[in-house]
């Protein structure tokens, strides 16, 4: 069994930085391409980043690309977003995940384990 646990979320003014962090159990990780999504009130959990297994391909939404930053350390299981210039619309919760297969996918229904989420709220 896999976990996910995710930190490093909490409040912070438009335009100022946050860095989340996800562990994971189990000795398969570097065998997986890991994302992170976010989910905020009233919308559908959306596509955030991904990074290869061993992080040499990353991918991002437009709406967040040029302000995160994706990275992993194979060596200690963790996968890292580093949130720059942030916006009140990236307000949500975000979740860490790992995909059935081995390829980055954007779809969520393509990831077999997901963390609890953390909450990041950005304030104008």
């Known amino acids: 069994q896999v976990q996910l646990v995710e930190s490093g979320g909490g409040l912070v003014q438009a335009g100022g930085s946050l860095r989340l962090s996800c562990a994971a159990s189990g000795r398969t990780f570097s065998s997986y391409s890991m994302s992170w999504f976010r989910q905020a009130p009233g919308k559908e959990r959306e596509f955030v980043a991904a990074v290869s297994r061993r992080g040499i391909t990353t991918l991002y939404s437009d709406s967040v690309k040029g302000r995160f930053t994706i990275s992993r350390d194979n060596a200690k299981n963790t996968v890292s977003l580093q949130m720059n210039s942030l916006k009140p619309e990236d307000t949500a919760v975000y979740y860490c995940?790992?995909?059935?297969?081995?390829?980055?996918?954007?779809?969520?229904?393509?990831?077999?384990?997901w963390g609890q989420g953390t909450q990041v709220t950005v304030s104008s």
């Open positions: 995940a790992r995909t059935s297969g081995v390829e980055i996918t954007t779809i969520p229904s393509r990831y077999d384990y």
